[in-house]
């Protein structure tokens, strides 16, 4: 897919990304990178007396996964100048071996000042193999724009 410039985002359109599956080697690479070894992450025992009764992946674990799976969609690749924010809610937790894969939705978009630049709120769902909404949020992101705007 060629990434999208500004004037190509359309309020409402939708893309799902690719699927991936959330593994052990993953939960440990996350933990080691941020320093969460948190024992619900880690340790099956600890984690089986614990709310959910099994391990469960690091809730940011899932946050970094859709990043990437946003930006390997392919849709700002190549038009990305910023991630500017996020608001973000945990809905539901991501086992080892669950397969998720995130829902965007242009929620909305306005030109800068800077006739080269604009912002995109992206609306994102995490969802699982269920289609379950584990994650949801959005990400406000700064693309290039065409020479001379819209």
């Known amino acids: 897919m ?3 410039w500004f004037e190509d985002f359309e ?6 990304t690719a699927e991936h599956m959330v593994t052990d080697g993953d939960i440990v690479a996350f933990a080691n990178v941020s320093g969460d070894h948190n024992p619900l992450h880690l340790d099956d025992d600890y984690a089986s007396d ?11 674990l899932g946050l970094a996964v859709a990043s990437g799976l946003m930006q390997q969609s392919g849709l700002t690749a190549e038009t990305l100048l910023a991630f500017l924010g996020l608001e973000w809610a945990f809905r539901r937790p991501l086992f080892p071996g669950d397969t998720m894969r995130v829902r965007m939705r242009v929620a909305n978009k306005r030109p800068t000042r800077d006739p080269g630049r604009g912002l995109v709120k992206l609306e994102l769902a995490v969802l699982n193999q269920e289609d379950d909404v584990a994650q949801e949020g959005t990400f406000t992101v700064l693309v290039r724009r065409r020479e001379g705007g819209e």
Do not use: N, T, V, Y
């Open 2 to 4: 060629a990434s999208l």
């Open 50 to 60: 614990g709310p959910f009764g099994r391990r469960i992946a690091h809730g940011l």
């Open 11 to 16: 309020q409402g359109a939708e893309k799902m």
